[in-house]
């Protein structure tokens, strides 16, 4: 792109989302750190353009309807348009989280921030993004929403999971709709799995680091105008859905 890439990545103020907006950066790009969380947000934008990084941040919950509009805005005065869109925010709700004794609100809790959020925040995020030469988005998914590698014996997919992993499989879904809903526009859509990182969301337990995590979704959000849409990728290549 000849002007300045503008980029926002949800949940960006810390793990995995702050790499992923690192790494935007360090490509010269403007981004924005959205977080709901103030003190986190303003410590992670410190931290980025103490780096280097063109960061700018954007208070935001991916769950509040007039929040996610406020987010908009600020963009469309800062910029006018948004070129990559990162849907990083996501939560893996309480535990336990077994099918026959989960309570159902951690399970609501699960699809209003990683599914539903996504949606609020896309649909938000849209119209600027169609003033983009070539829009991109992102959504961070996770290899345990493969309904593929969940039914497959022996598969790695973690913990019996009801509200988490089938928040992912949900995702995944919507990703499929939108790409084709987008189909004969510019914009690409796709699903990104970073991996067993270690992060608070898993108690720092993951294999892998979050800047590693972040690779994919990297890739992703610099795809060529004639790369993949409506697909779903972690750092080997294709993910079955």
């Known amino acids: 792109m000849s002007e300045q890439t503008i980029a926002l990545v949800t949940g960006a103020n810390k793990g995995i989302g702050y790499e992923i907006a690192a790494g935007l950066g360090a490509l010269g790009w403007t981004v924005g750190v959205g977080a709901r969380n103030e003190e986190r947000r303003e410590s992670a934008v410190a931290k980025l353009r103490a780096g280097g990084v063109d960061a700018f941040a ?5 769950t509040d309807d007039a929040s996610v509009r406020d987010a908009a805005g ?4 800062r910029a006018g348009r948004l070129d990559v869109l990162v849907n990083n925010a996501g939560i893996t709700g309480c535990a336990p989280q077994m099918p026959t004794s989960v309570d159902v609100a951690t399970v609501r809790a699960a699809v209003e921030t ?8 896309t649909n938000a995020m849209l119209p600027l993004l169609r003033r983009s030469a070539s829009p991109r988005i992102v ?11 969940q039914s497959t ?3 790695e997919t973690g913990p019996i999971s009801v509200a988490y992993a089938p928040s992912k499989t949900f995702l995944n879904a ?5 790409a084709k809903e987008l189909r004969d526009t510019n914009v690409l859509i796709n699903a990104a799995c970073p991996g067993f990182c270690a992060t608070d969301l898993n108690g720092f337990r993951g ?12 890739r992703l959000a610099t795809l060529p105008d004639d790369g993949p849409t409506g697909s779903f990728f972690d750092d080997a290549g294709e993910v079955p859905w």
């Open 58 to 62: 954007v208070p935001l919950d991916v």
């Open 74 to 77: 600020l963009i469309e005065d």
């Open 114 to 121: 990683n599914v539903i959020g996504v949606i609020r925040v």
């Open 139 to 149: 959504n961070v998914s996770s290899s345990v929403g493969s309904l593929t590698l």
């Open 153 to 155: 014996p022996g598969a």
């Open 174 to 178: 919507v990703t499929v709709q939108y």
């Open 207 to 218: 294999t892998r680091t979050p800047q590693q995590g972040a690779a994919t979704a990297i």
